[in-house]
């Protein structure tokens, strides 16, 4: 195992820093038929129809149910993997494992013919190479698996603007930040502050992404008591130049069973509730209709406090819904589908919460609420322990669901894909979160020594390498300074510079005002004041600036001559 590990390494490396041709993809591809491997605990049967070969392997039953076939004398070099398959008793999972060495996990979507499914890339070694199916959600049939050559994937094409057409500046920002690094670098995170701490203590870098959770701000489970600092962490974390992702597991708003095994903290999942949300949707004069609206507008309170400290949030409600172990997700694509759009339209338009970057969390088609109302896709990804499989199977479905237009992400995941291993396999995540708990510390998902190599990657961004990302490729930088003051106020300016290759046709700046400040006049720019921020745009005779110029604008203010903390800048290109 050593000798091939050392191989695959090579190999990596190898592919990394040599580009792929067109040529490479000219080899034939090569089916291996699944009654030719090596069976364990599984059976060749040939009662259904519609295989191909002499039958195909059935049985798997049990969680240590294997078929392993060899793919004889590869070329070498990255292939896709097709497994081909029937699920007649409903969609399900199987795990791969190639060489020997985990690589994941592929959706046998219910069909009752034999069809294809796309298992993502394999990083085949000259000679030969062994694919292993493991049974995960058994019940299928496995026929045959085909790999072919593939050539290098095509540009991304990902614009970095929000779908919400009233993003925050800080919300822009991220999203052009993010842009940037798509397909370049993995940028890091990490579940819950406490597991942020402790890979702080004991890896020796910060991850640059803290994820959070909304749940107990859920109005069910506030009535009964919980209590929540997530708000409180998140600003702390925003202060501290870190990245911000909520997830919100949501307590049903009524029906919680509320008995041994389904108490009412369990409310999120569908066997701990009795609530019913096709039922809810159906009727927008029902009572749980309105619950869920109250649910919406509980959550708004909280964002809307992230959202005047100008903190952009990766937004991840409705996670995981094509799973059905969430009541959100129990009546089917629909009834989620209309949720969301629902759940987006009252935060977005009848509460402004523009700070917010909307991150959908299912691979699925069916499921896909749509591109206007989606800003990130991504998945949730539990492998086997220690599987650092790349996980491209997965990245290329949701590269296709959006159409190779959307950031792609993995929301959570158990044990990281090898950073090194996915750049070889093109799969390139935009951000990782890794689980709390055990996923990070127990040494067997993801071993210290693994932590380090992961945070060491030169292309893994901590939290300290981030910079503002809040101001990234905003085209333009905001300098405030204090002319004069007195005891009841002072004279500022502000200076913009054009940090663009191109002259800008407009700009915007903002800020928060400290305590007890107040603008009384101002010239040079059109201000307006509203939620407790300035906004300073351009007038007509200075909006204009060319690369590297700069303009100003001044200001009376009531109040200490206290700088804000923080200016975000915008532009508007000229044409």
Known sequence: MKVRLVALLALVAALLAVPATAADAVRAAQTVEAEDGVLDGVVVESDAAGYSGTGYVAGFDTATDTLTMTIPDSPGGLHSLTVRYSAPFGTKTATLRLNGAGHGDVVLTESTAFTGAAAGKVLLLEGDNTVTIVNNWGWYYIDAITVEPVNPPPPHQVTGTPVNPHATAEAKGLMRYLTTNFGKNLISGQQDMPSVEWVRENVGATPAIAGLDMMDYSPSRVERGATSEEVERALQWDAEGGITTFVWHWNAPSGLIDEPGKEWWRGFYTDATTFDVAAALADKDSPDYRLLIRDMDAIAVQLKRLADAD?????????????????????????????????????????????????????????????????????????????????????????????????????????????????????????????????????????????????????????????????????????????????????????????????????????????????????????????????????????????????????????????????????????
């Open 311 to 575: 903190v952009p949030v990766l937004w991840r409600p409705l996670h995981e819904a094509e799973g059905g172990w969430f009541w959100w997700g129990a009546k089917g694509p629909e009834a989620a589908k209309e949720l969301w759009r629902i759940l987006y339209e009252r935060l977005t338009d009848h509460h402004g919460l523009n700070n917010l970057i909307w991150v959908w969390n299912s691979v699925s088609p069916a499921w896909y609420p749509g591109d206007d109302v989606v800003d990130v896709v991504s998945v949730d990804s539990y492998p086997p322990a220690g599987d650092h499989g790349p996980l491209s199977g997965q990245y290329e479905k949701l590269v296709d669901l959006s159409g190779n237009r959307k950031l792609v992400a993995l929301g959570e995941v158990g044990s990281i894909p090898d950073p090194a291993l996915a750049r070889a396999y093109h799969a390139h995540w935009s951000f990782f979160v890794t689980w709390s708990g055990s996923f990070v510390q127990d040494g067997q998902h993801n071993s210290l020594e693994f932590l380090k190599r992961v945070y060491q990657d030169p292309h893994v961004i901590t939290r300290d390498e981030l910079g503002d990302f809040k101001n990234h490729g905003s085209g333009c930088t905001a300098a405030y300074r204090v002319l004069s003051s007195w005891d009841t106020g002072f004279l500022g300016e502000v200076k913009v510079k054009n940090t663009s290759a191109a002259t800008i046709k407009g700009w915007t700046v903002g800020w928060r005002p400290p305590a007890g400040q107040a603008v009384t006049r101002h010239w040079n720019a059109v201000l307006t004041v509203s939620g407790g921020r300035i906004t300073a745009g351009n007038t007509r005779y200075n909006a204009a600036v060319r690369p590297g110029a700069t303009t100003s604008f001044g200001f009376l203010a009531a109040g200490p001559a206290t700088a804000p903390a923080r200016l975000s800048c915008t532009t508007e290109p000229s044409r």
